[in-house]
């Protein structure tokens, strides 16, 4: 693929933040569109889909931080000069055509191809159908700023495939893929896993965990779980799970108190066979299963364990590696915790909220990723690059 300038890449940059910016109305009348035929039952996806003045500021926001970052393209990795006279550099390099698969949120059509773009990387859009009308203006846009600076816009492609297109385009794309972002529940996950032909980048589920530990900070604990709980139900780092040591002081009365502030916002509650001898009035947890489950709702388990040891492995049996937090005051138990819990981010006495691009100092991300190959975390603009060698020689041979 044709390297373009930073220079370039910047001005395509500055012309849609301009472009945003000038045409808010343009895109608050595409988005109502898709409110207005949008389904309401799910609230999660409802909330992810809503475009206003706010977000249309963290739009413009997330290409202008992108604009200031430098260019990751071309960066050198590392330069040996061998004893054979070879010299052997190693620099970052794009990935070529990038296809991310998302639900709803209309502002990954600016994230993801904001990142994408300045990475120098062609990005397919293939955003769900219940906000169309909000990217195909969005993706206007992108165009707009290309042309503005003369160049093709397939750097930026919106796909309008329903499922059975987007299979048969992930058997056969029609022309090269080199990665595959699904940003979604595991379903999507396991239906591009099946069907794709190329390297596929999980951004997996949530499920989050939080753990309080006996020798924690009791008001503390309650501040930090109702803000990953109840703060924004649809985002991936919301909170699912709670596991509560048996030996916290005072544990009867926290566990009443803690059920009672989460009613009190709205949450309803499972409990294991533990808590239930002091929740007596909440639902057992019906089914193992229901520990691996992502709710997306204003719903939570509430479980306890007898030792640290007991919270990592259920954490790590059950979670979506995505965020685990600790609540202790206790520095070693905090260490096992985070180096043993299995997760992209992990958390001392802090709200798993915080696990995004933009909170984590990384800027505007394409996803979270859950794999190990080749980033795990934010995806952002320095991890939408690959590597290559430049070899240079004079005339050498291998004997």
């Given amino acids: 693929m044709k390297l373009i300038t930073t220079d370039i890449k910047n001005k ?121 009308h909000s990217n195909t203006a969005l993706v206007d846009f992108w165009h707009r700023a290309l042309k503005e600076n003369g160049l093709s816009t397939d750097y930026i492609q919106l796909l309008n495939m329903n499922r059975q297109e987007t299979q048969a385009f992930l058997k056969n794309p029609g022309q090269k893929l080199d990665l595959i972002v699904p940003r979604g529940g595991e379903r999507l996950i396991a239906f591009v896993k099946e069907h794709a032909k190329c390297a596929v980048l999980v951004s997996g589920r949530g499920n989050n965990f939080l753990y309080v530990d006996k020798q924690s900070n009791w008001e503390m604990s309650l501040k930090v779980i109702l803000n990953a709980k109840t703060t924004k139900i649809s985002a991936c780092n919301a909170l699912d799970k709670i596991l509560i040591h048996i030996d916290l002081d005072d544990y009867h009365q926290k566990m009443v108190d803690l059920a009672n502030m989460l009613k009190a916002n709205g949450v309803s509650l499972l409990v294991d066979e533990e808590a239930k001898r002091v929740l007596q009035d909440e639902p057992l947890i019906p089914a193992a299963s229901v520990w691996k489950e992502e709710f997306l709702a204003l719903k939570c388990c509430i479980g306890t364990v007898s030792k640290t040891e007991e919270a990592i492995e259920t954490i790590n049996e059950h979670s979506g590696g995505h965020s685990a937090t600790i609540m202790t005051k206790n520095k070693e138990t905090a260490k096992l915790f985070m180096e043993q819990v299995d997760c992209a981010a992990v958390y001392q006495n802090a709200s798993t909220r915080f696990t995004d691009g933009g909170q984590m100092g990384v800027g505007a991300e394409l996803a979270i990723s859950t794999d190990k190959l080749h980033h795990r975390g934010p995806l952002g603009l320095n991890e939408l690059v690959t590597n290559k060698y430049y070899i240079f020689g004079e005339g050498q041979i291998r004997e």
């Fill in 12 to 132: 395509v940059l500055e012309s849609m933040a301009r472009i945003l910016d000038d045409n808010r109305t343009e895109l608050l009348e595409a988005n109502k569109k898709d409110l207005d035929l949008f389904n309401k039952d799910d609230h999660a996806l409802y909330e992810r889909l809503i475009v206003d003045d706010k977000k249309i500021e963290e739009m413009i926001g997330a290409v202008k931080k992108v604009h200031s970052q430098e260019d990751p393209v071309g960066k050198e990795i590392s330069n040996e000069d061998l004893p054979n006279g070879l010299k052997v550099l190693n620099k970052t390099a794009p990935f070529g055509t990038i296809m991310i698969i998302y639900e709803s949120r209309p502002d990954v059509t600016v994230e993801a191809a904001v990142l994408a773009f300045k990475a120098n990387n062609k990005i397919l859009l293939k955003g769900g159908k219940e906000a169309l």
